[in-house]
C-alpha cells in the first residue's frame, strides 16, 4: 500500500526514523492493539473516538504472533506514551493457518483491513480481506497437495483499488 513503511523491531535500539516520525506534530500516530494491555494513563481510541482527531493518522501494527507482538509492546517504552486505537472483533479469524488463544485475536492483514474500513477505505479492507482468504485457501491445498487453479488472477480481485 502507498504511503506504508517498515520498521524492524530492535530491543535495544529503536529505529531513529520511527522516533522521529512519532515526534511529528503533524501526525497522530497510535498503536493498534488491544486495550487491555494499556499501560497507566495511556490514552485509548475507538475507530469513533479517532475520527474526531484533526491530524492525520498514523497507525502501527506489530507484525508479530500474539505472544511475540505482547512481548515487543511490552519491552519499547516509547510505544507506551502512545494512544492505542483499539477494537474488538465479534467476527472468529479467517486465518485458519496458526491456532489462536482466542477467536478475537485475528492476523496482521485482518487488523489492517479492520482499520481501513474504520476509517472509511472499505472497497480496499475488502480486498484486503479477499486475498488473505485465497493465501489462506491456497496455503491449506498445497498441504493437501492441490495444485492452484490456473484461472485465478490476482488483479481481477484488486482492479481498480490497489
Not at 22 to 28: A, E, G, N, V
Not at 61 to 67: E, H, L, N, P, V
Amino acid at each position: 500500500m502507498p504511503k506504508t513503511r517498515v520498521f524492524i523491531w530492535r530491543r535495544v535500539l529503536p529505529d531513529t526514523l520511527l522516533l522521529r516520525l512519532l515526534r511529528d506534530s503533524t501526525y497522530q500516530p497510535c498503536l493498534v492493539f488491544p486495550s487491555i494491555y494499556a499501560v497507566a494513563k495511556q490514552p485509548v481510541f475507538t475507530p469513533v473516538s479517532f475520527k474526531k482527531n484533526k491530524k492525520r493518522p498514523v497507525f502501527i501494527i506489530i507484525d508479530a504472533t500474539w505472544q511475540q507482538a505482547r512481548k515487543i509492546y511490552r519491552k519499547s517504552l516509547y510505544l507506551h506514551h502512545l494512544p492505542l486505537f483499539s477494537f474488538l472483533s465479534n467476527t472468529p479469524s479467517i486465518y485458519t493457518l496458526r491456532r489462536n488463544k482466542h477467536h478475537h485475536h485475528l492476523c496482521t492483514a485482518e487488523i489492517a483491513a479492520a482499520v481501513l474500513d474504520s476509517q472509511g477505505d472499505v472497497q480496499q479492507a475488502s480486498v484486503m480481506m479477499s486475498l488473505l482468504q485465497v493465501f489462506c485457501d491456497r496455503y491449506e491445498g498445497a498441504k493437501l497437495g492441490q495444485r492452484p487453479d490456473n484461472y485465478f488472477d490476482v488483479r481481477r480481485i484488486t482492479k481498480g483499488v490497489v
